[in-house]
């Protein structure tokens, strides 16, 4: 599977952004999905999993409430919705993919498939 993400930008401080992840190769719904964030001088830090079956979520805390991952199986596009940003929340996100029908992980390491990444700069 190749990845390719989208719909990084500058936003004001509560503000949104919708990110996407376009899948070619195979299909969304099939692997364990997720996606990373990286601000300058920091590790890179799992945002939100979404399990292959669609069947489980998770979030970092700090983003619980205000971010959502989501999947269109038609588009074969997984998606990041990101309302209420802070400038903390400014970073290079990455989509990634797991290994096929695997098990969601929070560790970087065991996501195969990277996107480039996108940048989200949020202003106060």
């Known amino acids: 599977v190749q990845l390719q993400a989208s719909g990084g930008g500058l936003v004001q401080a509560g503000g949104s952004l919708r990110l996407s992840c376009a899948a070619s190769g195979g299909t969304v719904n099939s692997y364990p999905m997720g996606w990373f964030r990286q601000a300058p001088g920091k590790e890179r830090e799992l945002v939100s999993a979404?399990?292959?079956?669609?069947?489980?979520?998770a979030y970092v805390d700090s983003v619980k409430g205000r971010f959502t991952i989501s999947r269109d199986s038609a588009k074969n596009t997984l998606y990041l919705q990101m309302n209420s940003l802070k400038p903390e929340d400014t970073a290079v996100y990455y989509c990634a993919a797991g290994r096929r029908w695997g098990g969601s992980s929070r560790y970087a390491s065991d996501y195969g498939t990277w996107g480039q990444g996108t940048l989200v700069t949020v202003s106060s």
């Open positions: 979404l399990s292959w079956n669609g069947g489980s979520r």
